[in-house]
């Protein structure tokens, strides 16, 4: 299976702040990755496909990037509703695999 | 906008099956070039894809729940289901339903997400 190592476990930021969290797959994964946003007690929500393509609806604010097997999300101008546990998992190979996520806290 | 809900036991007693349902808000059951699938999540093991069936009815389990898992559509209820015998309380987890929009995209929706103990 194809591991899938996001980092920093945890991440404090305040509002306004722009973070970048990043993942990392075990293999070349062609840019198949997608981002979800979870929040306490809800389903994810994707955020992102393909490594950098913004899923309909989502704003702007959040952009993904790659390169070769490692892929971020930066997130600018930090609001309250952006914060959660975030989650790339690859859709290159099954099965598909998850990070075990970034906790994104308000400092 | 799609709804995913899923419906099913919230107990289920260690080597029981776990029987649940995902009832799809509009006919997309089968159609276009969806994949329906189960991912769970635990605090342990984070989430965890569990399978999926594409628009052309062919499964896609992960390995390690091969001999045990069971996904199937019913189309004429707009459902799709997920079958998981002789469970342990390893089993134990919240299972959401999902929808992929095609093979090489992301998970556009989720159901809520039902809760499943397993426990005598």
């Known amino acids: 299976d194809i591991r899938m190592t996001q980092s920093p476990p945890t991440l404090s930021a305040s509002v306004g702040d722009t973070v970048t969290l990043t993942c990392r797959a075990s293999?070349?994964?062609?840019?198949?990755l997608a981002w979800y946003q979870q929040r306490p007690g809800k389903a994810p929500k994707l955020l992102i496909y393909k490594a950098s393509g913004l899923e309909s609806g989502v704003p702007s604010k959040f952009s993904g990037s790659a390169s070769g097997t490692e892929f971020n999300i930066t997130i600018s101008g930090l609001q309250p509703d952006d914060f959660g546990t975030y989650y790339c998992q690859q859709y290159s190979d099954f099965p598909f695999t998850f990070g075990q996520g970034t906790r994104l806290q308000i400092k | 906008q799609v709804r995913l809900q899923e419906s099913g036991p919230g107990l289920v007693k260690p080597s029981e099956t776990l029987s649940l349902s995902c009832s799809v808000s509009v006919s997309q059951v089968p159609g276009s070039s969806y994949f329906w699938g189960w991912i769970r999540q635990t605090p342990g093991k984070g989430l965890e894809w569990l399978g999926s069936?594409?628009?052309?009815?062919?499964?896609y389990y992960n390995e390690s729940l091969r001999s045990r898992i069971t996904i199937s559509v019913e189309a004429s209820k707009n459902q799709f289901s997920l079958s998981l015998t002789s469970v342990t309380a390893a089993d134990t987890a919240v299972y959401f339903c999902t929808r992929q929009a095609s093979r090489y995209y992301g998970i556009d929706f989720w159901g809520p997400g039902t809760t499943v103990t397993v426990s005598a």
């Open positions: 069936i594409d628009y052309t009815g062919q499964l």
């Open positions: 293999e070349i994964i062609d840019n198949w």
